[in-house]
């Protein structure tokens, strides 16, 4: 059976209100239960942490608890480091390792800023570009969107650093939804990425977000070109 946590984890993941580049951002812990077409699998936590070095540290950690996904062992830890600048979050360096029991999957980015290159390592292959103002990888897009929420903003651009590349990754608002999750009911604003198709289906990546709880997510969603769709439902956090 596929296992499609990855992708989803890559494309969702980070979830913080960010006001202003001197707003302090307090650290968080959320439990997400990850679910394959409607059946849970696994559990999905994500930890928001000041280093106190003026960086901060997300990380994701998904394992298989159900179904194939515990039977494979599935294990999937992704960290980014990122900082603030003027109120937006920008990449330092990012890992992605994901452990079954016939597959293994590495990822290593530096954000070099002082060489103006991104430097990605990924099984044999290693990649070199150049780096642009106010990069963030892909864990970071959720982050990115939370802020933007919070200010109001109207249009939800970003650049994400992928292997070889930026990608210039752009999200639409949708009309507010009430949404019930395992944590609680929840007023919320759905975000959808734009402009993905592919296969015989169309690829699509939407997250929920509530102001009630500091912009967090309370819902991750991921259809594949294939049609299978991987969610996230909160169950828990310490957010108020």
């Known amino acids: 059976m596929k296992i499609v946590f990855a992708t989803l984890i890559l494309n969702f993941c980070a979830i913080a209100p960010a006001l202003a580049a001197d707003t302090a951002i307090k650290p968080f812990h959320a439990e997400y239960a990850t679910l394959r077409n409607g059946s849970e699998l696994g559990r999905t936590t994500l930890d928001l942490n000041d280093n106190g070095d003026g960086s901060w540290t997300f990380r994701s950690e998904t394992r298989g608890t159900s179904g194939m996904a515990k039977i494979v062992g599935v294990h999937i830890v992704e960290t980014s480091r990122f900082r603030w600048k003027d109120g937006h979050p920008e990449a330092l360096a990012y890992d992605y390792k994901q452990d079954a029991a016939f597959k293994q999957h590495v990822r290593h980015a530096d954000f070099d ?3 103006g290159e991104v430097r990605v390592s990924e099984g044999d292959g290693h990649f070199t570009y150049a780096i642009a103002p106010g990069i963030i990888d892909r864990q970071a897009v959720t982050l990115a969107l939370a802020r933007d929420l919070m200010r109001g903003a109207t249009a939800f651009d970003y650049k994400v ?7 210039n990754m752009r ?11 395992p944590a609680g009911e929840f007023k919320t604003v759905p ?13 699509v990546a939407r997250s ?3 102001e009630s709880l500091g912009w967090l997510p ?5 259809t594949e070109k294939k049609g299978d769709t991987v969610t996230l439902k909160l169950v828990s956090t310490n957010r108020r």
């Open 171 to 181: 999200y639409a608002r949708g009309a507010n939804e009430t949404l019930k999750v």
């Open 218 to 222: 309370v819902q991750i969603e991921q």
């Open 161 to 167: 650093a992928v292997k070889d590349r930026i990608e």
């Open 191 to 203: 975000m959808q990425r734009e402009g993905e198709l592919g296969g015989d289906h169309k690829r």
């Open 113 to 115: 800023w002082k060489a």
């Open 208 to 210: 929920w977000f509530t």
